[in-house]
């Protein structure tokens, strides 16, 4: 059975999500992607309300074996920043409740992984998700494309420096069987050279 | 039936909870204060879910109608701000799925009703408590004082302008139902000429 990524682009009025399967080698399926919206005229107990209810939907819709989110810092655009923390501290306890992994991606690590420079734009991430993913167009709007990215982060860097720096400590047991899967899957994609 | 105010002091080390009931007048009385702890040895999801957890059995054993979360602000201390945000949106989630209404308070405006100053430090604070909620000492930790605090700011300021200030948009009926219940409760406050 192939990993299973859902990638979330954390918002309050745009929250991004993006489901990938991983194929053999580097390659990957798109399974779903989208936008959870809010209104900014409804007040921040609504709007994250629906946040919770969007992405659990998904969750339960698409069981992925990891969540994986953008990590948004303090020096970033302050207005939002504190809403966009408060959206993944939603995230990560959706997954946490059904025992699904996490893992948090920087900004530069994702168009790293997927571009291969971590200073990309907008449009190369998205021009290198229609050839990865084989699509006719870039999933719209941006944010949608970027928990594609997110998803697509996960599976190519997996749990290793990451989750050591998305935890800042060690590793539960339960944590562990999924560290372990995902290094099978690692291997899995590793022996193969096709990068496509 | 009395106006019950659940005040959460946000944090991922020691998140701090304390239940008052408002009394007649401007009285209050104290049903529970602690502290739910999480161990930095521990992963960000593993945290975030214990925090869940524990507000949730709080909300569930004490039924507030309010819960009032402490306010802060990105430019506040970096490495832990995200993590406050996190929980205080887990926090707020919590309220909304059981249609409990939420606010949030600055730590001055915390500070400000508790005392009278905005500039008050923490001992002035904790001994405003014990006189208030006519108790032998202050609630320890000091996460658990705040928590206090932050219910009290609630049963005294209302949802009036720091609804508007926590929403930053218009309310939805829901919480019109609950502000009418609030504002109710406040008449008969202010009918009273007794401060405690």
């Given at each position: 059975m192939s990993l299973r990524v859902l990638g979330v682009d954390p918002g309050l009025t745009r929250c991004g999500y993006g489901v990938i399967d991983a194929g053999s080698g580097r390659s990957a399926s798109l399974v779903d992607v989208g936008v959870v919206r809010t209104s900014p005229e409804d007040t921040i107990d609504v709007r994250l309300l629906a946040i919770s209810r969007g992405l659990e939907a998904k969750i339960e819709e698409h069981a992925p074996d990891v969540v994986a989110i953008e990590r948004v810092f303090?020096?970033?655009?302050?207005?939002t920043v504190m809403s966009t923390a408060q959206v993944t501290g939603v995230a990560i306890v959706l997954a946490a409740q059904r025992g699904i992994r996490i893992a948090l991606h920087t900004p530069s690590e994702v168009k790293a992984a997927v571009?291969?420079?971590?200073?990309?734009?907008k449009k190369q991430i998205q021009a290198m998700l229609v050839k990865l993913l084989r699509l006719d167009a870039a999933p719209q709007p941006a944010d949608a494309a970027d928990a594609v990215a997110i998803a697509l982060t996960q599976l190519w860097r997996g749990p290793g420096p990451v989750r050591r720096d998305a935890s800042g400590g060690a590793r539960t047991s339960a944590q562990s069987v999924w560290a372990e899967a995902e290094r099978a899957a690692r291997r899995a994609r590793d022996s193969s050279t096709s990068r496509f």
């Open positions: 303090a020096q970033a655009n302050t207005p571009t291969g420079s971590g200073r990309a734009d």
